[in-house]
């Protein structure tokens, strides 16, 4: 019986947004957010430059190879006072070839370095870790909300719909004196209204596709799809609230990775006194020198093999107090980090509490929503039967059929704002995996749900 209801309340003229073919899935706006987000992006290139990072630093303790060589055309004029040599002209060309090594033996400065290093690949790993977390619930946000626009146009239009028919039927009683013209004035400004409404819900449909468009970068191949009626309510995680932020502060990536720029700038401290310590390097060169004429007048040409081994000290004396301000420079900077990570550990704290009490007051709207449906099919079967004994108007069957209409809204409203909820109260956490947005993608359908099939699924 409720089926032909609603069968007939499309067949009254409400008015249906045509639905595409087959929807884009949200993995699919997923991979083209990933591929087009700046930010996760940003996460990942910062990623790659402290990779490049941390190997610059370890070569810091590698051997430093240098060559060299040149080949210089000389010209040389020779005259020496109170000499009975006479003055002398030397064309020639001059060859040098030089190979140096300089192995660190002790800099204290690059042990740390290479240490302060993996910290920040490790924060760049976390960063990045956080940023693919805020990308999926960013995205799951703005595919909802963009969804539940979509749902607000296609009421509207079906208020429109139902509107202008109560203004026909009212217009009809004008004429033929049942009605009154008061009635018919307000029957014909709530018609303007619901005008005006589908104009608003059309527009914030549009401000809404624009944000999934900045997520993924273009949604020309966005096709959004229905919620299921075979709804599945998720609870949230059967640990307490209290027991749940813990385990947030321990495995946010977010306060992972401030945890890890604490420990990047407590290396920079010991990096930078490391400068006032004493260096110790071995150095070794090879020079070989060529020149076809001696330095003076009538010497003969050269060869010069010159070879050297050994060990080389420098002890840092005064700096002008350059190093001394890098050293109080570096523990302003890891206090900072210090509260950075406070902050982090706040915001996972704030980030968790506002997700878990949305998604408690969410399912109490779900619950009152599939109370408001049930109510509306009911109103919907007796305004019909109403209807066809007499005892009800058409006015009374498409007022009950709108009733019906707004619960379906507000029922699928209540539903996005729970998936919403537990998807931030998982990233928050650092705990969103493929195994969520799969079964959120189970939700999806390409048509529209039946009210009686999602009663029905209850």
Not at 33 to 43: K, V
Not at 199 to 206: C, G, P, R
Request: glycine share 6%.
């Amino acid at each position: 019986m409720r089926r032909s209801i609603v069968g007939r309340c499309a067949a009254l003229g409400l008015l249906f947004l045509a639905p595409p073919a087959a929807g884009q899935t949200f993995t699919d706006a997923l991979e083209l957010a990933r591929s087009n987000e700046p930010t996760y992006l940003s996460a990942q290139a910062n990623l790659d430059a402290s990779v490049e990072k941390s190997k610059q630093a370890f070569a810091g303790l590698l051997p430093q190879v240098t060559a060299s060589a040149n080949v210089n055309s000389n010209r040389r004029n020779y005259l020496t006072d109170d000499s009975p040599i006479p003055p002398a002209t030397d064309d020639y060309l001059s060859r040098n070839r030089q190979i140096s090594i300089t192995q660190p033996l002790w800099r204290h400065q690059n042990y740390v370095a290479a240490r302060q290093a993996s910290a920040v690949v490790a924060q760049a790993s976390f960063q990045l870790a956080s940023a693919e977390q805020e990308l999926i619930a960013k995205l799951a946000a703005a595919w909802c909300d963009t969804m539940l626009a979509r749902d607000t146009v296609l009421y509207a239009s079906r208020q429109v719909a139902a509107t202008k028919q109560q203004w026909e039927i009212l217009r009809r009683g004008a004429q033929l004196g049942t009605a009154s013209a008061p009635a018919l004035e307000e029957a014909r400004a709530k018609h303007e209204q619901a005008l005006s409404e589908q104009v608003s819900a059309e527009m914030d449909l549009h401000v809404k596709s624009a944000v999934i468009e900045q997520i993924v970068g273009s949604s020309t191949s966005i096709r959004l799809p229905f919620l299921s009626s075979q709804f599945k309510l998720r609870e949230l995680p059967a640990e307490s609230l209290d027991r749940w932020i813990e385990d947030a502060e321990r495995s946010s990536p977010a306060v992972l990775a401030a945890d890890q720029a604490l420990s990047a700038a407590s290396e920079e401290i010991r990096k930078q006194r490391a400068g006032h310590a004493p260096t110790l390097d071995l150095v070794g060169s090879y020079s070989y020198t060529e020149q076809p004429v001696g330095n003076f007048p009538g010497q003969n040409g050269y060869e010069i093999k010159h070879s050297i081994v050994g060990i080389q000290l420098s002890i840092p004396l005064y700096s002008g107090g350059g190093q001394s301000a890098k050293v109080g420079e570096a523990v302003a900077v890891r206090e900072r980090a210090r509260h950075d990570l406070e902050a982090a550990r706040r915001g996972v704290r704030l980030a968790t509490k506002q997700a878990w009490f949305l998604w408690q007051a969410g399912k109490a709207r779900y619950g009152a929503a599939l109370q408001a449906v049930k109510s509306g099919l009911l109103a919907l079967e007796a305004a019909s039967v109403g209807k066809r004994s007499g005892l009800r108007t058409e006015l009374d069957f498409l007022q009950a059929s709108l009733q019906l209409e707004g619960a379906r809204r507000d029922l699928n409203k209540s539903r996005y704002e729970m998936i919403v909820s537990l998807f931030r109260f998982k990233a928050a956490a650092g705990q969103l995996s493929d195994s969520d947005i799969q079964a959120l993608e189970k939700e999806f359908s390409d048509r529209e749900a039946n009210l009686t099939d999602l009663m029905a699924s209850r």
